[in-house]
């Protein structure tokens, strides 16, 4: 168990549509991370929080947004959804923030698996 | 971004050590090196991490040369739960922001 919940872990909802993901970081991590991983595609990563600022921009949709409040949660609000927008996202957290010069592994929850129909 | 190259597959079977080699010539002074294994339908688990020599935990050995460009993640005895997606990261500012392809390797019985 790396410490990261990440609700729902199925979601199925249909185009257009608007979905919204949690992540809870591991106890103490201030940094999070958000990644889209398609069928058979590597992880792609889309932003990245450090106590609740946003800190790096991936290829991330501008359909798509992100949020880490002051619990140090974090939100991934996707919205028009599309077909292709079917992917597991992961949430990752780490103690550290990206740049800092002690290196701090991410630890990565399970995933919320979106179909999009 | 410090790039890394490692062979896109691996087979083995039980039992056996499986060694998974990672290039990284633009390795920076201060760049960490990182594992992560991953299953299907599952998040990247971090296996292990090194800066030089030899890293060793109760899962993999990591084994770094004196000039640092490139890492050997040893797997010794591998089960066929070991069957997953193995994914080579060398830190820079921007490290963590791509996983590459990773090795898959396959464990028979």
């Known amino acids: 168990d790396s410490g990261v919940t990440q609700t729902p872990k199925h979601l199925i909802t249909a185009t257009g549509q608007r979905v919204t993901l949690r992540c809870s970081p591991r106890s103490g991590d201030l940094s999070v991370y958000w990644y889209q991983q398609s069928l058979d595609q590597g992880l792609q990563f889309l932003i990245q929080?450090?106590?609740?600022?946003?800190?790096a921009k991936g290829n991330i949709l501008e359909r798509f947004s992100a949020q880490q409040f002051p619990d140090l949660h974090s939100e991934l609000n996707l919205s028009s959804l599309e077909l292709g927008d079917s992917a597991l996202y992961f949430c990752?957290?780490?103690?550290?923030?990206?740049?800092?010069?002690?290196?701090?592994?991410?630890?990565f929850g399970n995933g919320t698996r979106l179909t999009v129909t | 971004l410090a790039k890394t190259t490692q062979p896109i597959s691996m087979d083995s079977y039980e039992g056996q050590e499986v060694n998974i080699t990672c290039s990284h010539n633009n390795i920076a002074t201060n760049d960490y090196i990182t594992w992560y294994q991953q299953f299907p339908s599952q998040g990247p688990r971090f296996i292990i991490q090194?800066?030089?020599t030899k890293v060793t935990n109760e899962v993999a050995s990591l084994f770094i040369p004196a000039d640092r460009k490139s890492s050997t993640l040893s797997l010794p005895r591998v089960s066929l739960s070991d069957t997953a997606v193995y994914y080579c990261l060398v830190g820079d500012t921007d490290y963590k922001l791509s996983f590459g392809a990773g090795t898959t390797v396959t464990v028979r019985a």
């Open positions: 990752a957290s780490s103690l550290l923030d990206r740049g800092h010069p002690l290196d701090s592994p991410l630890h």
């Open positions: 090194g800066y030089k």
């Open positions: 929080y450090y106590n609740g600022e946003e800190r």
